[in-house]
């Protein structure tokens, strides 16, 4: 019963194979070997894009900060919402890769905070810019799926991206969770990026049963130009890369990618559904593999003591019917049992 994230899961066993199969004979460094190739072009026909320009490094964070660094010069800023991932997860290092570029925090929706809205992107952007005493406009990075669990349609992400377009704005996506989103959207990548109005893209594997790769894609190879070196300047220029590559190629190799983010999303449907039928109150709108709840920290810990992980403020001092939320993170491997186990016991303590 772990929901504490999707990175707290095991590697998939395809992957593991695909690693050892790498581990023959000698393959050149840095890239320039034969599976890396072969994952660049997977890559491209994955997005219809055959002139976009592919990079491998090790974390979302490289991947969210060294893309954004490619798009944004150090002077400007960054519009992205309160809860990004940029915002609260990655140490400033969007700021400091970027050479001092900074982020403007756009509000959400009432119901769904990490959702930005077309008119207050529309309003932050206006208001950037200007003379040389002020941030000048960036680029918009927007989260799919989100920090707080929920999906942009389509729809919204062109909203979006026409208000950076108006702007002449680049659009940055953070895909963490891309392969989850697509998967709730059924729609192609290529639908969910540059056929919206998305520039670059960082294509997610380690949430989704890799052991440590993200893909960044950039659908203008203008924008990437500067990615080759600062990803060595920041160290995530891997020597032996072909483990990077190995990785990939299995993750797109008979659509796995796509197998595990349904098994991962579908167990987030079972707990939805389950949380519902007890009246759980859900605050994740559109999810797709993650949902936030609350409960009386009692049940909270309950739940707890009883073996299930997840993160919440539980553990904190305080009243036992103070209400709290937690957050309950589905990976490919977790299964139907050990969620229909966890919704008992949430019977239970309620
Ligand atoms: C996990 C996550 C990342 C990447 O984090 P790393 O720990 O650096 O791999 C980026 N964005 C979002 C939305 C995430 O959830």
Redesign the pocket.
């Known amino acids: 019963m772990n929901f504490a994230s999707d990175?707290a899961g095991p590697v998939h066993p395809k992957v593991m194979e695909a690693l050892v199969a790498a581990n023959t004979d000698y393959a050149m460094a840095y890239g320039n070997d034969d599976l890396t190739a072969q994952v660049v072009d997977k890559i491209r026909d994955l997005f219809e894009a055959p002139e976009a320009a592919v990079f491998l490094v090790a974390?979302?964070?490289?991947a969210?900060s060294l893309a954004l660094a490619s798009l944004c010069p150090p002077w400007s800023t960054v519009f992205c919402s309160h809860v990004a991932?940029i915002e609260e997860?990655?140490c400033n290092a969007p700021e400091f890769y970027s050479g001092g570029a900074k982020l403007t925090l756009v509000d959400g929706k009432a119901d769904a905070p990490d959702q930005m809205t077309p008119d207050a992107l529309h309003s932050a952007i206006a208001a950037a810019g200007g003379s040389v005493h002020n941030a000048q406009r960036g680029a918009v990075s927007l989260?799919q799926v989100g920090?707080k669990g929920n999906t942009y349609t389509l729809d919204e992400i062109r909203a979006l991206c026409d208000v950076a377009k108006g702007f002449d704005v680049p659009v940055f996506m953070?895909g963490?969770?891309f392969s989850n989103a697509i998967a709730k959207l059924a729609c192609t990548p290529a639908e969910m990026t540059w056929k919206a109005g998305v520039d670059a893209v960082a294509f997610g594997g380690?949430?989704n049963g890799l052991m440590a790769v993200e893909a960044v894609v950039f659908f203008n190879p203008k924008h990437a130009q500067e990615f080759e070196f600062r990803r060595k300047r920041a160290a995530q220029l891997f020597s032996k890369h072909r483990f990077l590559a190995a990785q990939l190629d299995a993750y797109l190799t008979d659509g796995l990618w796509l197998d595990m983010a349904h098994a991962a999303n579908a167990r987030c449907h079972q707990l939805l559904e389950g949380l519902q039928r007890l009246g759980v109150p859900v605050q994740t709108q559109t999810p797709a593999n993650l949902i936030f709840f609350t409960l009386p920290r009692r049940a909270h810990r309950a739940l707890t003591d009883a073996g299930a992980v997840y993160y919440s403020a539980a553990a904190q001092d305080g009243a036992l019917d103070d209400m709290l939320t937690g957050r309950l993170v589905c990976d490919w491997s977790l299964s139907e049992e050990a969620v229909t186990r966890f919704l008992d016991l949430v019977a239970k303590a309620i």
């Open positions: 990175n974390t979302g964070t490289a969210n991932h997860d990655e989260t920090e953070d963490a969770r380690t949430k």
